[in-house]
């Protein structure tokens, strides 16, 4: 009796990507391990994507879909900038490899371009120029991102630690004598900060609202200067 040929469809390929995505991170991720996943020949998956990159192109829209429908635009330009930065974080956080996805991908997806046509309205009222608009929700964006995506690689760091050295390992410790080894004239600065915990704050909401706030209020420099 032939074995019956597993039902997929793109759905299901693309729940499947998360899935490995968040298991083994974006690193390992490959289109036969996903066929693996599926119960499939690889090329079965050409039928749907042309690509890996392809692939990557319909993540980051489904990412950029889900910011659009939760993100809520009231306020003037600063407050609908900030309530934007605030839901992507929360969305990228949601789906892993995310932020190296909205990265690594051009905007030839519909969702995509929606969602950047988005981030230029937040602005829309202002004096900038086009040019200074769009680097105003690059920079915005590129903020939120990398934020996201130390905050996840430092998790997989540490987990790798414990993994390595057992759950009671500190990874804390290595640093520590590492630090030890160097003058203060070197790392005396850091090496107080760091014995002291601040950063533990690394990843925190505390951080990433002090770095917004960084990021807004050059922005509004900026405009203070075209209106002067």
């Not at 299901?12 to 693996?36: M, N, T, V, Y």
Request: hydrophobic fraction near 40%; aromatic fraction near 8%; glycine fraction near 6%.
């Amino acid at each position: 009796m032939r074995k019956q040929q597993p039902q997929i469809s793109e759905e299901r390929i693309l729940e499947a990507s998360w899935e490995l995505l968040g298991e083994e991170g974006i690193e390992k991720f490959s289109l036969r391990r996903l066929a693996d996943r599926l119960g499939i020949q690889a090329p079965s998956l050409y039928w749907y994507f042309k690509s890996k990159q392809n692939l990557y192109q319909r993540l980051a829209g489904q990412v950029s879909k889900i910011i659009l429908e939760e993100f809520r635009s009231d306020g003037d330009w600063k407050e609908q900038l900030t309530g934007l930065a605030v839901t992507i974080r929360k969305v990228l956080s949601r789906h892993p490899c995310s932020s190296q996805l909205m990265m690594m991908t051009l905007p030839h997806e519909p969702d995509i371009i929606r969602f950047t046509n988005r981030m230029l309205l937040c602005v829309e009222s202002t004096p900038l120029g086009q040019d200074q608009k769009m680097q105003v929700v690059t920079t915005l964006a590129n903020y939120v991102f990398y934020f996201v995506m130390d905050d996840y690689q430092h998790e997989r760091n540490v987990s790798a630690i414990l993994m390595e050295k057992g759950a009671d390992a500190l990874p804390g410790e290595e640093m520590i004598r590492l630090l030890d080894t160097m003058s203060d004239s070197e790392a005396g600065l850091f090496k107080r900060m760091f014995t002291n915990g601040l950063f533990e704050l690394m990843g925190t909401d505390a951080a990433f609202e002090f770095g917004l706030k960084l990021v807004l209020l050059g922005i509004e420099q900026v405009i203070k200067e075209q209106e002067a």
